[in-house]
């Protein structure tokens, strides 16, 4: 809808005046349009994530801010900083939905992770794979659908006694 915003506002101040995309919009591709013609594109989750405001314009009066629809989605999952259900741009990885969501934490296992894909072209459509987070796992394309989830260290603990009780 329309929304008056300051006359020194940004693109990106004014997506959080107004509250920013919906559920259904996307945050990585949002257009500003200026005389009928797209000018810029922005990709919030760059901005999110990594503090980009490089693309950030200065609005004009009349310009037009466009959301589209989100575009295709993956989740990630588990032993992770920020789970969540992430748009994916072309060319997506698993180490690049890693970065987004600020990297793997302490806790998460490097030799074990689990890609759960659907692909009707396959006899059994829907599939598990293990992988490990290695230079090859961070490798792997991402695809829409995808649920990767990243599991915790064992907790168990080697080379400690316990004494418990009367001691």
């Known amino acids: 809808g329309k929304h008056l915003v300051g006359s020194?506002?940004?693109?990106?101040?004014a997506l959080f005046e107004t509250g920013g995309p919906s559920a259904?919009?996307?945050?990585?591709?949002?257009?500003?349009?200026?005389?009928?013609?797209k000018i810029a594109t922005i990709d919030m989750y760059a901005f999110l994530s990594k503090g980009d405001n490089t693309t950030d314009m200065k609005?004009?009066?009349?310009?037009?801010?466009?959301?589209?629809?989100?575009?295709?989605?993956?989740?990630?999952?588990?032993?992770?900083?920020?789970?969540?259900?992430?748009?994916?741009?072309?060319g997506e990885t698993v180490n690049s939905i890693l970065s987004l969501s600020g990297g793997l934490p302490t806790l998460a296992a490097?030799?074990?992770?689990?890609?759960e894909r659907v692909d009707a072209s396959r006899e059994i459509a829907r599939y598990v794979e293990d992988f490990a987070l290695d230079?090859?796992?961070?490798?792997?394309a991402i695809?829409?659908?995808d649920i990767i989830t990243v599991f915790q260290v064992s907790p168990q603990i080697a080379n400690v006694?316990?004494?418990q009780g009367n001691v």
Do not use: C, H, W
């Open 24 to 37: 259904n919009g996307s945050l990585r591709a949002i257009e500003l349009r200026r005389g009928g013609k």
């Open 143 to 145: 695809k829409a659908g």
């Open 161 to 163: 006694v316990t004494l």
């Open 8 to 13: 020194v506002s940004s693109l990106i101040n």
């Open 110 to 115: 490097p030799q074990k992770a689990q890609l």
């Open 135 to 140: 230079p090859k796992g961070l490798g792997l």
């Open 59 to 90: 609005l004009m009066a009349g310009d037009i801010i466009f959301i589209p629809p989100a575009g295709n989605r993956a989740a990630l999952l588990g032993t992770i900083n920020a789970p969540a259900i992430y748009e994916l741009k072309v």
